[in-house]
């Protein structure tokens, strides 16, 4: 395999097995994945095994047998020595089935490890989509881009905002996500850190979502807390225009 394949390999591999496994959500790329392992498996075979040439025999090591059974006309049919012959093909094609054994083996062996998925027995139970006529001016005190923001519609007391804001103090900026107690947003302009009740806030590193996770307490506001109970767990991920919700009670 050239490098541009197996670098795509690698990466099919750790969207597979890796922390964040996704590749089940796209059959397309669980295909070709399964399409370049098999084309590695038979590299490693192709690589490992060539068939045995088999040298011409010297007229003292393989004598003829004649059967005088066999005369024809006169003359005596040579017997070849088929077992000898059938015995090394046994052999080879033995050799063959060993060797693939043994390289599908060592494939499996590098490429398996066991998957840790992000939220293993955790449903998702609603999604957040981007409310076009809200205001996006709450959050601009806060860093993020207003040509950048977008703003979710309010769920159960609450209203998350998505955009790209600076995160160190370098001028690295990322995706980042927060949560903000809808009954404290004015209903225009900036809004100052004192007049936030309830927030939360996450950003995401790279190709890692933006994500928020927390334990609902008694702070947040009544509606949210009679959709989600006082304990429970909650964990929201940016996707794209949407915003995934999980939660461990349902």
């Given at each position: 395999?050239?490098?541009?394949?197996?670098?795509?390999?690698?990466a099919?591999?750790?969207?597979?097995?890796?922390?964040?496994a996704?590749?089940?959500?796209d059959?397309?790329?669980?295909?070709?994945?399964?399409?370049?392992?098999?084309?590695?498996?038979?590299?490693?075979?192709?690589?490992?095994?060539?068939?045995?040439?088999?040298?011409?025999?010297?007229?003292?090591?393989?004598?003829?047998?004649?059967?005088?059974?066999?005369?024809e006309?006169?003359v005596?049919?040579?017997?070849?020595?088929?077992?000898?012959?059938?015995r090394?093909?046994?052999?080879?094609?033995?050799?063959?089935?060993?060797?693939?054994?043994?390289?599908?083996?060592?494939?499996?062996?590098?490429?398996?490890?066991?998957?840790?998925?992000?939220?293993?027995g955790?449903?998702?139970v609603?999604?957040?989509?981007?409310?076009?006529?809200?205001d996006?001016?709450?959050v601009?005190?806060?860093?993020?881009?207003?040509?950048?923001?977008?703003?979710?519609?309010?769920?159960?007391?609450?209203?998350?905002?998505?955009?790209?804001t600076?995160?160190?103090?370098?001028?690295?900026?990322a995706?980042?996500?927060?949560?903000?107690?809808t009954?404290?947003?004015?209903?225009?302009?900036?809004i100052?850190?004192?007049?936030?009740g309830?927030?939360?806030?996450?950003?995401?590193?790279?190709?890692?979502?933006?994500?928020?996770?927390?334990?609902v307490?008694?702070?947040?506001?009544?509606?949210?807390?009679?959709?989600?109970?006082?304990?429970?767990?909650?964990q929201?991920?940016s996707?794209?225009?949407?915003?995934?919700?999980?939660?461990d009670?349902?």
């Amino acid at each position: 395999m050239d490098v541009e394949l197996r670098s795509e390999l690698q990466a099919l591999r750790a969207r597979a097995y890796g922390p964040d496994a996704d590749l089940d959500r796209d059959p397309a790329a669980v295909a070709r994945l399964q399409e370049l392992e098999d084309l590695e498996r038979q590299a490693r075979v192709e690589a490992a095994v060539r068939p045995p040439v088999t040298p011409p025999m010297a007229p003292d090591a393989a004598p003829l047998v004649v059967d005088d059974d066999d005369v024809e006309g006169g003359v005596p049919t040579v017997s070849r020595p088929v077992v000898r012959r059938a015995r090394t093909l046994w052999l080879w094609a033995g050799s063959l089935a060993a060797v693939a054994a043994v390289a599908s083996a060592a494939s499996i062996a590098a490429t398996t490890f066991v998957p840790v998925a992000r939220t293993a027995g955790v449903a998702q139970v609603d999604t957040l989509r981007v409310d076009p006529s809200a205001d996006d001016s709450p959050v601009r005190s806060m860093g993020f881009d207003s040509s950048e923001v977008s703003v979710y519609a309010d769920f159960h007391g609450l209203t998350a905002y998505a955009g790209t804001t600076q995160v160190d103090s370098s001028g690295t900026r990322a995706e980042c996500l927060i949560l903000l107690d809808t009954s404290t947003l004015p209903a225009s302009g900036d809004i100052n850190a004192s007049q936030i009740g309830y927030r939360y806030g996450g950003c995401g590193a790279g190709a890692f979502p933006a994500t928020i996770e927390f334990v609902v307490t008694p702070d947040l506001p009544d509606a949210f807390r009679e959709r989600f109970p006082v304990g429970s767990s909650l964990q929201f991920v940016s996707d794209g225009d949407h915003v995934g919700v999980f939660s461990d009670v349902e």
